[in-house]
């Protein structure tokens, strides 16, 4: 839109039920929003580059959020409606703001604890924020899966501890962010592609004795990484995995 730039406010009809795909790409004089009651869904990056973005208010009523949302945004915490059943782990990408991601009481599909989002039977960390100040997580026990994107762009945090319940480290999980070692404990069986991609301070990786296959391009672009340990079940080395 060449006026996107220009727009200050906006203001959303309450009947509004879906928001299409970039409509307020680049509004980057927008500082809050808030989802009319009626909204089901939207588009991807509807909100993409509103840089200047910091609070959104979401509708209870929302269902669905898709990539790139809120790609870019000063975004710095954000409450999950009880009703959203789908978010992609995508939606913040680039937010370096958001501290806090919260799902609301009487989510049917999501929990948090603390700052950071999980699913609500417990077994998939979802997102973690990437603008946490943490520079240590430990990943709670019960966990099993670390979901696609998880830690992406976390680049604040130095060190995450896995719980022996952990099995499967889904794509780009801990992408792009400021690790600085990574020990996966034996119950890991499964690490997905792009997992530890782009991680610059990344020095020390130690597989346990149950991952048996490695990824495409999971440890691409770590050019630190000086020490590998890799266990007594590898078999099996993903294309490009350390490219």
């Not at 006026?3 to 039920?17: F, G, P, Q, S, V």
């Not at 998939?124 to 100040?133: C, I, R, W």
Request: aromatic share 10%; charged share 15%; hydrophobic share 40%.
């Amino acid at each position: 839109i060449s006026y996107a730039k220009e727009i200050e406010e906006i203001r959303l009809d309450e009947r509004i039920t879906y928001l299409g795909t970039a409509a307020f790409f680049n509004c980057n004089m927008v500082t809050e929003v808030t989802f009319p009651q009626a909204l089901k869904s939207t588009g991807q990056a509807v909100f993409g580059n509103c840089s200047s973005l910091k609070s959104v208010m979401l509708n209870e009523g929302l269902e669905k959020l898709p990539e790139y949302v809120f790609q870019n945004t000063a975004i710095e915490s954000v409450i999950l409606p009880g009703s959203l059943s789908s978010i992609s782990p995508l939606v913040f990408m680039n937010c370096s703001n958001l501290q806090s991601i919260e799902a609301a009481e009487g989510s049917q599909k999501y929990m948090s604890e603390g700052e950071v989002l999980f699913s609500k039977d417990g077994r998939e960390l979802v997102l973690y924020p990437q603008g946490s100040m943490q520079s240590s997580f430990t990943v709670p026990d019960g966990v099993q899966v670390i979901g696609e994107y998880a830690f992406s762009d976390a680049r604040n945090l130095r060190s995450i501890m896995l719980s022996d319940s952990v099995s499967n480290l889904e794509d780009g999980a801990l992408i792009r962010s400021g690790i600085e070692s990574l020990e996966l404990p034996d119950s890991v069986t499964s690490v997905g592609s792009w997992v530890c991609d782009s991680c610059p301070y990344l020095k020390s990786v130690s597989f346990g004795n149950g991952l048996k296959t490695l990824g495409y391009q999971a440890f691409q672009s770590c050019k630190s990484l000086v020490s590998l340990n890799f266990g007594s079940s590898f078999t099996d080395l993903g294309l490009m995995a350390f490219a």
